[in-house]
């Protein structure tokens, strides 16, 4: 679940990972699109920075997050009509400040 601010807890991943998401959208219509777009290098399943996708019969969307070599944070941006939220991945070892 995102915050109040529409951010969502910050996930480790190794570089050059292929992360699996799943989101649900249980206030959603069917169909109703969600811009999704890399913030801090990596790309989406597409092979490009931005994609949009289309709410399935469940209200999910599925894509996957391919993190770059670089260590550090990794952000996907899910534009959803006026509501945007964030996914926040930090690629490499964990940060000073959370060890």
């Known amino acids: 679940m995102p915050n109040s601010l529409g951010m969502f807890p910050r996930v ?6 292929k992360i699996p998401v799943q989101l649900l959208y249980p206030e959603a ?3 109703e699109t969600v811009v999704l777009q890399m913030l801090d ?3 989406l399943d597409n092979g490009k920075i931005s994609k949009v996708v289309q709410l399935d019969a469940n209200k999910t969307v599925d894509f996957a997050a391919i993190i ?3 260590e ?4 996907v941006a899910l534009t959803r009509g006026a509501e945007r939220q964030e996914l926040e991945f930090w690629a490499g070892e964990e940060p000073p400040v959370r060890r």
């Open 12 to 17: 480790q991943v190794d570089v050059s990972a």
């Open 29 to 31: 219509e069917v169909g």
């Open 41 to 43: 290098g990596g790309t």
């Open 68 to 70: 770059s070599v670089q």
């Open 72 to 75: 550090g944070v990794h952000r």
